[in-house]
């Protein structure tokens, strides 16, 4: 790590074996895609786009 | 669709090992560059490369002492970029002064500020400190690509390429075959790509220079620094052991030069064969190659797009995860 760092990562990880992207918002909400277009898109509509998900553990 | 240049930023415009007692002229963001060294401190010093009077190239023209003369009717410039001579009259016009950019030598680049001068604060520059670490061998080098400075962008952010456009030289199957995690800090405009493969085929890159015969752990992560550092650490291990583990640094400095060009500056740092002169010259002529299938890659891909009507579609799978997000941060960094 050379940068600073924010407590605001978004983080994608690429379920091996699979195609399926699985996304975590820095709110800690979760959701599963299968192409990063539509991950992005709902990563980053945080707080609006993801009220009805529920924060993991 | 040309990326925007994200000003108030700083960018590479040199190694400090180009800048000496000739003049260097350099076009970033658009905006042409003057660079030299001063005899009196050795600072580098970076100033806008056009003559206020008829807008000669002063990279054209040659130095006495730390003032740059003018090569076409010797208009002389300081090291602020002020006008202190004029040919045959006294006056110097109050107007008569070039831009002065604020510049930094640091881990053997030389960074300059592009936009306001106000807010250049040198604590912003992104390190990479493995450039001037003594314990490491640093091999380098410079190419100017014709290319869209976000086509870099996305061929760094995506290694499943080197097995299709590096194949016999850095890739391997299992680098487009494995899974990537990314990460984004959104504040701080990082964008982090890992692909670790536990069980791969070595590359002749690794094989050769490491003298690994079985197969390999290669773990590569990757942090882009938006806009202008991209950091790819390298860790590689014989399959199934902890040890040796051979560390290898790869950095590019991404900096535009005008809309379509941009400079691929490259280096690759290792911590093994340090002493080894073979080692050295073929990993400089061995990246070097790579570097230019990427470049004459890119030099093909913008005549392409620019033969594309305006509004043509791209299509993004999974191993453009990282891309996606650089391309985010670039729009928002350029948005200011």
Redesign the interface.
Known sequence: MTGPTSAVVNRVDWQPGTDLLHGTCHCGARHTADEPVAMWAWLLAHPDGHPSEAPSD | MATAFARNQWYVAAYGSEIGRELLGRTILGEPIVLYRTEADGRVVALADRCVHRRYPLSASRLDGDRIVCGYHGFTYDTAGACVSVPGQQRIPRTARVAAYPAVELDSFVWVWIGDPATADEKLI????HLADPDLVTVRGMEPIDGDYGLLVDNLMDLSHETYLHGGYIGTPEVAET??????????G?VRVSRHMTDAECPPFYARSTGIEGRITRLQDI?Y?APC?Y?LHSRIMPAGQDAPVFRTEITYAITPSAPGKVYDFWAVSRDFATDDDEVTAFLRDFNHQVVMQDVDALNLLQRALDSEPAGYQEL???I??GG??AR?ILAKLAAG
């Open positions: 992104p390190r990479a400190p899974p990537i995690t990314t990460e984004v800090d959104e504040d701080a990082i942090e620094v550092l950091l993004s799978i999974n453009d995860t996606l997000a985010r």
